[in-house]
């Protein structure tokens, strides 16, 4: 299947760390991707991961990869109000013409 | 990071009209380039998949007679929504990858397309 999971909502407050998981499902993969979106705007690509790393570190951002259990995790380090967006992840399977499955995305809310 | 224009940002049509949504890749060069469609809170569906110089991909259940595709240099690709309707009514959202880099993706800023 091309599912790819993740939780709706979380709320944190700003200083705090948030944690945005990610689940899907092909074994395949061979990038995987983080997205944010501001309403009404298109997607800023955050950060990705080659699926034979286990972690990536880029500044505030860490992405956490357990390829056994097909889980990814973003994680945000001192969550800021310009942080409130919805994330996507998103799996690429394939080479250079390779399409995107993209997650449910999760509206991350941060309160003062 | 790379840089994806798309142009208009927004359109309101007369339903039976055919509207035009350019996306444009500024700084690369894209052989392949993705055409997306997301409706109120919900993810990013893929409509097709465009490559320069042949023909579109496209998903299953996506009309190719309703949604044209032109991809006709390696900077430039068109969808066309022909005869639109208010279902039609939606956020398109284009993305390009840049052939020399390939591991990333770049999205337009969207096109938000209201029928009437």
């Known amino acids: 299947g091309e599912d790819v999971e993740q939780s709706l909502f979380l709320s944190v407050r700003e200083g705090d760390s948030s944690v945005i998981n990610c689940t899907y499902t092909d074994s395949s993969s061979t990038y995987l991707y983080w997205y944010k979106q501001e309403p009404g705007a298109g997607l800023q690509l955050l950060t990705y ?43 690429r399977r394939g080479g250079t013409a390779s399409k995107l499955t993209f997650g449910t995305g999760t509206r991350l809310q941060v309160t003062l | ?54 023909k579109a991909t496209y998903e299953q259940g996506v009309e190719k007679d309703k949604f044209l595709i032109n991809h006709a240099s390696l900077t430039l690709s068109t969808l066309t929504v022909t005869s639109a309707h208010p279902e039609d009514s939606s956020f398109y959202i284009c993305s390009a990858r840049d052939q020399g880099v390939d591991t990333e993706a770049f999205f337009g800023q969207g096109t938000r397309l209201t029928v009437v």
Not at chain 1, 63 to 87: P, W
Not at chain 2, 14 to 35: H, N, P, Y
Request: with cysteine; hydrophobic share 35%; charged share 20%.
């Open chain 2, 1 to 54: 990071g790379a840089v994806v224009s798309q142009h208009p940002s927004w359109v309101i049509c007369k339903s039976g009209t055919s509207v035009k949504i350019e996306c444009r890749s500024l700084d690369f060069q894209a052989t392949t380039m993705f055409w997306y469609r997301q409706f109120p809170k919900q993810s990013l569906m893929l409509m097709a998949t465009s490559n320069e110089g042949s």
């Open chain 1, 49 to 91: 991961i080659f699926s034979n790393m286990d972690m990536k570190q880029d500044q505030r951002l860490t992405v956490l990869l357990n390829k056994k259990d097909k889980h990814l995790s973003l994680r945000i380090a001192d969550t800021q109000t310009g942080d409130s967006a919805i994330y996507f992840c998103a799996e």
